[in-house]
């Protein structure tokens, strides 16, 4: 479909005009006690995964999910097992519920929680194991490209396991939850070989080589291949994975080259973005998230990593985000000349909606 605006045709551009209902960013203020936590989105969000960070103090990246259950937390910011603590203690039809975990939920503290939908907990597929098979159990959303999946590792090189999205991933994690290991990252642009290459989520190093990790296969249609390392396959070891694909007017999952400017590269994602994860892939750099709730007008400066407990800062101004993607403001770092920066991002609105209506910048 499209619309006529002024003599310019406007192409629809998504199918999903309304992307809250699938990614939220809520921000709340602990008590120390229990509270439900209520989106505020334009729709109801009933969240499958949740990843809380505290703001106002140094406390971990928390991350739940629907498929391991309430109570089970893993932190980016570390390599522990998973751990049974009274953080997210109930997923609800508009939000969540919080326990007194006071890294969660401290008495007068700020924190930040990004959602996303999947479905309802419920499995869409699964697999047992058999030859080159691994054991695993799906729940996805093929609308919102996004699945959870748990998996019990065989310590083989070749072996794979579903992920249920239709199409290849372009961004996945990778934690092992029954033992200590970093947290594994593929990115569908680090590097011209990605699936040879990959980097981790609760660390600051570039991009690394290894064949172990992803046997140098990229991902398919329908499956995930594994090496044989401990990071992601260890025999009898359980693991979670979140993967992703594109959906086209609502997740993006890209690269780009700094130019050491003030007036840095634009990114174009095809929508305003409402959520920004970055990291240098080139080079020894934090990972960093900005979102529209924390910073709801430009610039979008105020920063949080994942491979790190620090509270959040303002000290750099980063991008702006714009109505079809984000612009960055700021010279070195993310931005110095040559290095390269691999991102995941989700939207706010679409920048063109399915009846061809353009979205504003804010």
């Not at 921000?27 to 995964?49: A, E, F, K, M, R």
């Not at 991009?207 to 990790?213: A, F, I, K, N, V």
Request: with cysteine.
């Amino acid at each position: 479909m499209y619309q006529e605006l002024s003599g310019v045709r406007i192409v629809a551009y998504t199918t999903i005009d309304d992307p809250s209902l699938y990614f939220q960013t809520a921000l709340y203020t602990g008590n120390g006690g229990t509270q439900v936590i209520t989106n505020g989105g334009n729709s109801d969000l009933q969240p499958d995964w949740v990843w809380t960070k505290g703001r106002s103090d140094a406390d971990n990246n928390s991350l739940f999910d629907s498929s391991r259950g309430t109570t089970k937390e893993l932190n980016t910011n570390g390599t522990g097992a998973e751990g049974t603590t009274s953080g997210v203690t109930a997923f609800s039809s508009d939000g969540f519920t919080l326990g007194s975990n006071n890294g969660i939920n401290g008495n007068t503290k700020t924190y930040v929680a990004w959602q996303w939908k999947s479905n309802g907990g419920t499995e869409t597929n699964s697999q047992a194991e058999s030859g080159s098979n691994i054991a695993c159990s799906v729940q996805a959303n093929t609308t919102a490209g996004f699945s959870i999946i748990t998996y019990t590792g065989t310590g083989g090189t070749g072996h794979t396991f579903l992920h249920g999205l239709g199409s290849a991933p372009a961004w996945f994690i990778i934690k092992r939850r029954s033992g200590s290991e970093d947290f594994l990252v593929y990115h569908h642009k680090n590097t011209s070989a990605p699936e040879t290459d990959h980097l981790l989520l609760n660390k600051t190093d570039a991009t690394s080589d290894s064949d172990t990790r992803f046997d140098d296969t990229a991902p398919n249609g329908t499956e995930i291949a594994l090496g044989n390392n401990a990071v992601c396959n260890a025999d009898g070891s359980t693991y979670v994975c979140y993967a992703f694909k594109e959906i086209k007017g609502f997740s993006k999952f890209g690269s780009f080259t700094g130019n050491n400017s003030t007036d840095g590269p634009f990114v174009y994602t095809g929508f305003k973005p409402a959520f920004v994860i970055a990291k240098i892939s080139s080079a020894t750099s934090d990972w960093i998230i900005i979102d529209n709730k924390r910073s709801p007008s430009n610039l979008a400066n105020k920063r949080l990593r994942p491979n790190k407990s620090n509270a959040e800062d303002t000290a750099v101004d980063f991008a702006d985000f714009l109505s079809n993607g984000f612009k960055i403001r700021h010279s070195g770092d993310f931005n110095a000349d040559g290095v390269t920066t691999i991102y995941a991002a989700f939207a706010e609105n679409p920048f063109v909606s399915s009846e061809g209506v353009p979205t504003t910048a804010r």
